[in-house]
């Protein structure tokens, strides 16, 4: 640190430039990289944690995801089915030709209907399900199925035309029809089709449903070009007599929450900013330290932003929220040289107020970096920006403290700060008794309230706690539940070498779910099987058949044709004995695209496909199946992402051990044992009284507190650092108090700043705020008695 404070000025403005220069071109290189592309991303399922999982499963996870979280539903009610179709046209016309949906449907297309029937007809064979097969293999029953295609044709109603009683005298398309028919009943919502448009009458109220995906462009959160906004903007107007809208999908309660999340965070910081440049103005009464303070915080959160891009090539929104961090960095360190600037009256120049401090704040540096350095190790993309954003800023800080600053003319005259001339020790005061004591009570207090509550300690995070519906929006969503009766909440992905091996997979897990779900009423599911068998199951379907060539003499004559059609019935059926239908080679186009949002195709020499539960009526047996199986996964996205967020935070309290032992060892360098215990000391007793109140209060420790831990750590350290560095110099003169005054006030203006946040109702802010709250109060206190204390 001696050779560090003895260089130029000038010296040190070449590495300010230096510094700066090399980021601005890594920035310019990411630029041409990217064609000049700089990405802001505000999609919410970037914000969260990725599932631990290989890598073609997690791309075909993320997929999903995609698709199923940025699923709208508008229902249009209304006591006339004519006034809430009506209404719904009316906003399908407005919103179907915008960028910012990716599909939007209104009205189901009935013109591939007899594609399907022809379809079906065309493999009549091989499309019987597995009850099907089993009746017909068991004793008698090719005869009692004959019976009841008999029946069938002599009732009173058929879905499919007479006319091709001459090929299918058992009626076996009519058959699987009905079997289709079923299973698209309880594979989606509640809503049948009426006039048209997917309707459904509840509590004498009609629903006319309008379903779309958001594109890229309308998912993004806390935008003007968020989708949900359209929606509102088209809406709003046309709910008046007796129109009434519901919305639901998880787009809705982002767009809500991240937006009300950017005005608090905007409105608190704008509040705790003006409040800190008050409390400047009013102690140091020029303009310099407040106008190079603020050009500080600038020059750093641009360099943050550049270093940002240049290494992840875009920037999630919330790192630039979190980020917010670098206000009370560039505050502390200005604040510990403009005191020194305006009051010291041992200084004389820049250089001289920079080697007075560079010890305090070279340490202060490395100990914040080290904090934030943990978290790049983190497997979450929205952390590893947040540190990289955070340890750029803070370097670029602390380089514009020693390296502008010294250049800024001291003050002859006038050096003062009237509040430090109020800060008198009374006579009677014994600073080391006092100061065993209050450390002695904060440690004693601190493990007895852990001791008694140590029940309430937990770590455990809970996504669904991170926002909570109110209002019209836990209404619509109650009211939608009830219309829809559609809840999808996790889903099986199935993989497998071959397109056969997949849709084999498939009917496993859909037999089993089956057995699960018998006589639950949201027992449903999607998948790509129920549409294109795997060939194994067309052969024991073709095998059961065959089951009904012996009969099929008698039957025409049941049905009034020539006993001879059976010969014909025959040679049909063995002539296609190898045709099978198959994936990418006889689907129609239009059942391709009916089974898109379940089939995911090949991913890195596998394919994969999902079954889609409409609801997790077991989420145990639900594992269980998956359990059963190497190809087979259950994946729900609350549940998993709980346990990922519990996995992630347990992992930076492992990685803050180690930094916490880096540090020490750091500290040893430079201190006596004695005193490295001391700085040492009080992060650890930041820790356990953020845990202690935590625990008293019912609160289990969760990823964003413990975030918000890691980085009061090294808050906590430098307040510590700056006053035992203070100590060590002995001096008696009123310069004396000019630490103790500083770290004072970064105490005062770093808790406006950041504890503020504690009163957002963003509950992944405002638990960052209040674990940083409470950690700045223990670090300041116990660093006040702290230091005067001997052990």
């Known amino acids: 640190m001696r050779k560090l404070a003895s260089l130029q000025n000038k010296t040190y403005l070449r590495i300010w430039i230096a510094y700066h220069l090399l980021i601005a071109a890594a920035f310019v290189f990411m630029l041409f990289a990217k064609h000049g ?50 209404a719904a046209e009316t906003v399908y016309a407005q919103l179907k030709g915008s960028s910012r949906f990716k599909s939007i449907s209104l009205y ?21 399900d ?26 009173a109603f058929t879905m499919t035309s007479l006319e091709n009683l001459e090929t299918d005298p058992f009626l076996l398309g009519e ?41 890229k462009q309308g998912a993004a959160l806390a935008s003007k ?51 800190v440049l008050t409390i400047l103005l009013l102690i140091f009464k020029r303009p310099h330290p407040i106008v190079f303070s603020l050009l500080s915080i600038f020059i750093s959160t641009v360099t943050a932003m550049a270093a940002t891009f240049a290494l992840f090539g875009k920037m999630h929104i919330l790192t630039l929220v979190f980020g917010t961090s670098l206000i009370g960095s560039c505050i502390d360190y200005s604040l510990h040289y403009f005191i020194s600037w305006k009051a010291n009256t041992d200084f004389h120049s820049g250089s001289e107020i920079r080697a007075h401090l560079l010890k305090g704040l070279g340490l202060s540096l490395i100990s914040t970096v080290l904090c934030y ?54 006579s009677w005061y014994n600073k080391k008794f006092v100061g065993r004591v209050v450390v002695t009570l904060m440690f004693v207090v601190s493990i007895g309230t852990l001791l008694v509550c140590h029940k309430n300690f937990k770590i455990e995070n809970n996504v669904a706690s991170l926002y909570k519906m109110e209002g019209r929006e836990f209404q619509d969503e109650t009211e939608a539940s009830q219309v829809l009766n559609y809840s999808p909440s996790g889903w099986f992905i199935v993989s497998g070498r071959t397109v056969e091996d997949v849709l084999q997979n498939e009917e496993a897990v859909t037999a089993k779910l089956k057995v699960v779900n018998e006589g639950k009423a949201k ?76 089939w995911i195709g090949e991913i890195d020499g596998k394919y994969y496909s999902v079954v889609l539960p409409t609801s997790v009526t077991d989420y145990d047996a639900y594992v269980k199946i998956a359990d059963e199986s190497d190809d087979v996964f259950f994946i729900s996205k609350v549940r998993n992402m709980n346990s990922d967020l519990d996995r992630l935070s347990k992992m930076i309290l492992t990685l803050f051990v180690i930094v916490y032992i880096v540090i020490f060892v750091v500290l040893r360098f430079f201190y006596t044992w004695k005193q490295s215990f001391k700085i040492i000391s009080v992060p650890l007793l930041i820790v356990l009284f953020i845990v202690a109140i935590f625990s008293l209060a019912n609160i289990h420790l969760e990823f964003f ?46 808790a406006v700043s950041f504890g503020s946040l504690a009163l957002s109702k963003f509950i992944p802010v405002h638990m960052i705020g209040l674990s940083i709250f409470i950690g700045l109060a223990v670090a300041y206190v116990s660093t006040f008695f702290y230091t005067r204390a001997e052990f």
């Open 37 to 86: 592309a700089v990405k802001v991303d505000a999609d919410l399922f970037n914000m969260l944690p990725k599932p631990v999982m290989e890598k073609a499963l997690s791309s075909a996870d993320e997929k999903l995801t995609e698709m199923t979280g940025q699923n709208v539903f508008i229902l249009v009610s209304n006591e006339s089915f004519a006034e809430a179709k009506a």
């Open 108 to 128: 189901q297309d009935t013109s591939n209907f007899g594609g399907v029937l022809e379809f079906i007809q065309d493999f009549r064979w091989n499309l019987l």
């Open 130 to 155: 597995e009850k099907t097969c089993a009746e017909l293999n068991a004793p008698g029953g090719a005869e009692i199925f004959a019976q009841n295609a008999l029946a069938s044709a002599y009732g």
């Open 175 to 215: 058959h699987n029809l009905q079997n289709y028919l079923s299973y698209l009943q309880n594979a989606g919502t509640s809503m049948s089709l009426k006039d048209g448009v997917m309707a459904s009458f509840v509590k004498d109220k009609w629903y006319v449903m309008i379903r779309a995906v958001l594109s």
């Open 225 to 275: 070009e968020n989708a949900v906004v359209q929606i509102h903007e088209v809406c709003d107007p046309l709910e008046k007599d007796g129109t009434h809208f519901v919305y639901s999908g998880t787009p809705f309660h982002s767009y809500k929450s991240s937006s009300n999340a950017t005005k608090e965070i905007s409105i608190i910081t704008t509040v705790s900013m003006l409040v």
């Open 373 to 426: 350095f943990v978290l790049v190790f983190a497997p979450f993309n929205l952390l590893k920006q947040m540190s990289v954003f955070s340890m750029a800023g803070i370097v670029s800080t602390f380089l514009t403290a020693i390296a502008i600053y010294p250049y800024i003319p001291v003050p002859e005259t006038g050096k003062n700060i009237y509040l430090i001339k109020l800060m008198k020790t009374p």
């Open 523 to 598: 027992g449903g599911y999607i998948c790509t099987s129920a549409f294109i068998p795997s060939i194994k199951k067309q052969q024991e379907s073709r095998a059961a058949s065959e089951r009904l060539l012996p009969l099929a003499a008698e039957q025409y004559e049941y049905l009034g044709y020539d006993a001879s059609l059976a010969s014909s019935l025959r040679k049909e059926f063995y002539a296609g004995k190898d045709d099978f239908i198959q994936m990418g080679k006889n689907v129609p186009e239009y059942l391709e695209s009916a089974v898109s949002s379940a």
């Open 705 to 750: 507190s413990i975030v918000g831990m890691i980085l009061v750590f090294g808050l906590g350290l430098d307040y510590v650092i700056y006053m035992m560095e203070n100590e060590k110099r002995k001096d008696e003169s009123e310069n004396a108090k000019l630490e103790p005054f500083a770290i004072a006030l970064s105490f005062v203006t770093t």
